[in-house]
């Protein structure tokens, strides 16, 4: 193919380096143009001619003498002689060379369609022919600086940007940012940019981080390294000593023996945790003002790998995470400025005087899981940290609540240890506690003496589970909210026994062991406050009198309940949820209107009783009934008719058929979702109405828990076989 330019055409020839791929723009105006417009400009890459047709074009460049006619002139570099390039002999490489003004003819041609070769043949006398020939073939003068024309591309030159530099697999949602997470890489992938910020290796298998890649990435701000295989053989010393402005590094999860010895004096976080790491350099965290967080929870790490001066210069550190290691006392000379200190799960049994003396800002202290015992502290240890919040020493081997607590304590945890005694005088400092946790202490009948708690006047929450108590403690903080008090041996409870503590709105006797005789009428008169009330696992067989009329939940399952009377349920109107599960109901032993007090009552488990049938009138509000394990044989098409905002319902392990549920007992039950009526007798046929089409309704059932082999929606109905 070829195009012949007239003698109007605009040439230029532009060949400035002579490479693979010489350049060769012209330009031609268009002759449906108006007058003074813009020429049309065509690039041909390495002699290929038009981009629009597969194969090169061959161009026919009209005489060089016509380029001072009408309407003609030739862009040769500001007078120069333009360059052009023409292979050797063979086509191997080009050489360059210049087309005279007084040539006439040029003509270049393409061949072949892979690679472009250029050859010049004259329309000339021979002899001028050969003459232009070995001019061309001599080496032109080079092109002086500024005699370029800027608008022209040139070879390897783009009008597109370059394309963003990504390793092979890796993600680069930004020009800082390099994603290589999850990929199982073995080895340090190469091509980062060094534009890279923020680059992500987690979750692969790298075994050692190459020097000279790392030392190329000198802006880099954040190193996920989280989740590989990384030893300290693979770590070398220098590894980020070039890293100059690391703010974050993540080595959590790898097979470190010891932490780096030089990290950048930049950084801000460090996690270390989860590896083998036993031992730690003074360089390795010290020396970094601007540090804030340091984690070394879960290694191997004792106190002869814990240098004095581990931190020595690094002001600014607020949570420190030494857990699950294996400390033996508490490290001393630890940062001043910390906030969080994590030390649980270790082997300390003892913190030396003096070593919480500076932690003047200290908010959360964790100590639980360790060897403390009462000689491991003295009454100074906490008695310098006037901003602690938080005190965990639960699981430990302390046999008396420790001295010196300061007053701005609010959560002191107890938990599991030796206690037999808790003194008035060991709390009198922590006048701010809110939250006691002492679960799991020995404290039997006369561990917890009447106002041994008094001087906690702020105290909401009391945690007593597993103490061995045999009844509620007298004079309670009056301000108590909510008193925790499940597994214990509390066999009475008497008319004064809760009058200290108005306010309650939580109180828990569950699994103690109270007998309906021995709960007087108005012990739980003067809590006017209470919401929730649980009683489970009790000797109860009737429902306690003078129950607070602002109950919101009542539980009572695992009793010997055998009746239930309207009466004693007399003004709850506000309660929303009953359990009842577990006792020694039938349906006779419920008086008639006992549901009609219970006007909010929206969850209801009657479950692992002895009913034979549906209870009815059951409460207007319900949407959640349990009657899971009971003798039910039939359910009649108006079981629920007075139920109409049901959406949960619970038939399962009955005495169910097939047709042992009507066909009519959901009609009215628009917002019904699920019923479970499996493992009974038959395989039971469920009739629901159909609200939904009848796959999105497959799906709900899916939902909770049960396999629907089967739904045929039929115009009325949609019809659904649950499987036993």
């Known amino acids: 193919m070829s195009d012949t330019l007239g003698s109007a055409a605009h040439v230029a020839i532009s060949a400035r380096r002579c490479q693979t791929s010489p350049h060769v723009v012209f330009t031609r105006p268009d002759p449906a143009s108006p007058p003074g417009a813009s020429p049309q400009r065509h690039t041909v890459a390495g002699w290929s001619g038009d981009p629009r047709s597969p194969a090169p074009p061959a161009f026919l460049i009209p005489s060089l003498q016509a380029a001072d006619g009408e309407g003609s002139r030739l862009r040769n570099r500001g007078g120069q002689s333009p360059h052009l390039c023409v292979p050797e002999s063979g086509g191997s490489r080009w050489v360059q060379g210049a087309a005279s003004p007084g040539a006439a003819n040029l003509k270049l041609k393409t061949l072949g369609s892979g690679t472009a070769l250029c050859r010049a043949r004259w329309l000339l006398p021979i002899d001028l022919r050969l003459s232009l020939l070995l001019l061309l073939l001599l080496p032109g003068p080079p092109v002086a600086p500024g005699m370029e024309d800027p608008t022209f591309p040139h070879p390897g030159e783009s009008s597109q940007p370059p394309p963003r530099a990504c390793p092979w697999r890796c993600s680069c949602p930004r020009d800082d940012t390099v994603d290589c997470a999850g990929l199982d890489l073995r080895l340090f992938p190469d091509n980062i940019t ?3 910020r923020h680059l992500s290796l987690q979750n692969n298998q790298l075994q050692e981080l190459p020097y000279n890649e790392l030392s190329r990435l000198r802006g880099l701000r954040t190193l996920n390294l989280h989740n ?27 097979k470190l023996s010891a932490a780096p010895q030089f990290l950048p004096r930049s950084l801000r976080v460090a996690d270390l945790a989860a590896n083998q790491v036993a031992e730690v350099f003074p360089l390795t965290f010290g020396e970094k003002p601007a540090l804030r967080s340091v984690y070394l929870h879960n290694n191997q790490l004792s106190n002869a790998g814990l240098p004095p001066d581990a931190f020595r210069g690094s002001d600014a550190i607020a949570t420190l995470s030494l857990s699950s290691n294996r400390l033996s006392y508490l490290p001393p000379s630890l940062p001043s400025s910390l906030e969080r200190l994590h030390l649980q799960n270790n082997l300390i049994s003892k913190v030396p005087r003096g070593a919480l003396s500076r932690q003047t800002q200290l908010r959360e202290l964790y100590l639980q899981h360790n060897l403390l015992t009462d000689s491991g502290l003295d009454a100074a240890t906490f008695s310098k940290l006037h901003s602690l919040e938080y005190l965990d020493l639960s699981h430990n081997r302390l046999a008396s609540v420790p001295a010196g607590l300061p007053r701005t304590l609010v959560v002191l945890n107890l938990g599991r240890n030796h206690i037999r005694q808790v003194e008035a005088a060991r709390l009198r400092g922590a006048k701010g506690l809110r939250y006691l946790l002492l679960q799991h202490n020995p404290l039997g009948a006369s561990g917890l003496p009447a106002r041994a708690l008094r001087p906690l006047r702020g105290l909401h929450t009391l945690h007593l589970y597993g103490n061995g108590l045999d009844r509620v403690p007298l004079a309670l903080p009056r301000r108590l909210r909510a008193l925790v008090m499940p597994h214990n041996h509390v066999a009475v409870l008497g008319a004064r026994d809760l009058a200290a503590t108005p306010g309650l709105t939580e109180l828990n006797l569950a699994y103690n062991r109270l007998a309906s005789a021995h709960v007087h009428h108005r012990a739980f008169h003067r809590l006017r406050a209470l919401r929730s009330l649980d009683l489970a696992g009790n000797q109860l067989t009737l429902l306690p009198a003078g129950l607070p009329v602002a109950l919101h939940t009542l539980r009572l399952q695992r009793n010997q309940l055998r009746t239930l009377e309207p009466e004693l349920l007399a003004g709850l109107d506000q309660l929303r949820e009953l359990s009842l599960a577990h006792n020694r109901l039938r349906v006779g032993d419920i008086g008639p209107g006992t549901w009609h007090e219970l006007q909010a009552l929206q969850v209801l488990d009657l479950s692992h009783n002895e009913l034979s049938f549906v209870p009815p009138d059951l409460p207007e509000a319900l949407e959640e009934l349990h009657l899971q394990g009971n003798r039910i044989s039939s359910v009649g098409p108006e079981a629920f008719l007075g139920t109409p905002r049901l959406r949960a319902l619970f038939l399962r392990a009955n005495r169910l058929h097939m047709t042992s549920i009507s066909a009519e007992a959901f009609l009215g039950l628009p917002h019904l979702r699920v019923v ?6 038959e395989q039971v046929l469920v009739r629901l109405p159909s609200t939904l089409p009848g796959e999105g309704l497959k799906r709900r059932l899916k939902f909770a828990g049960l396999q629907v082999p089967s739904v045929r929606t039929t115009p009325a109905l949609s019809q659904m076989e649950v499987a036993q």
């Open 228 to 254: 590989n295989l990384i030893s300290s053989e693979g770590l070398p010393d220098e590894a980020f000593e070039s890293l100059t402005q690391l703010q974050h590094i993540y080595v959590a999860h790898n």
């Open 676 to 681: 479970d009526t499996a493992d009974n007798l």
């Open 194 to 196: 060094r534009a890279a």
